[in-house]
């Protein structure tokens, strides 16, 4: 059965950190590109950030450079989120994404459930 499953998310303070991490389960990540989205309530899904096969990391947006590290371990099937000095603004549903592109017809394409960040006082 092919699987993402996120965990790590939960209630921090502004200025907190979290570690969220993305498991995958039938299925290889390492011809995969790996990201990150989240959705905030009432928002569309935004990316985060990715990695590419080659872990070169891509897609940081302005308000996320320097805060968030994305980090794949091919051996663990696992990719993860490090996210540092949150800020409400951070609040949202975060999902890992597994993308391998095989052609211009075929893709696979996976999503984890999500997993909820909060950053409140």
């Known amino acids: 059965q092919v699987q993402l499953v996120e965990a790590g998310g939960g209630l921090v303070q502004p200025g907190g950190s979290l570690r969220l991490s993305c498991a995958a389960s039938g299925f290889i990540i390492s011809r995969c590109t790996l990201s990150w989205f989240r959705q905030a309530a009432g928002k569309e899904r935004e990316p985060v950030v990715s990695?590419?096969?080659?872990?070169?990391?891509?897609g940081y947006k302005d308000s996320m450079k320097g805060r968030f590290t994305i980090a794949r371990d091919n051996a663990k099937n696992t990719v993860a989120l490090q996210m540092n000095r949150l800020t409400p603004e951070d609040t949202a549903v975060y999902y890992c994404r597994a993308l391998r592109v095989m052609s211009s017809h075929e893709a696979l394409d996976y999503w984890g459930q999500g997993t909820q960040v909060t950053v409140s006082s």
């Open positions: 990695i590419t096969i080659d872990a070169d990391t891509t």
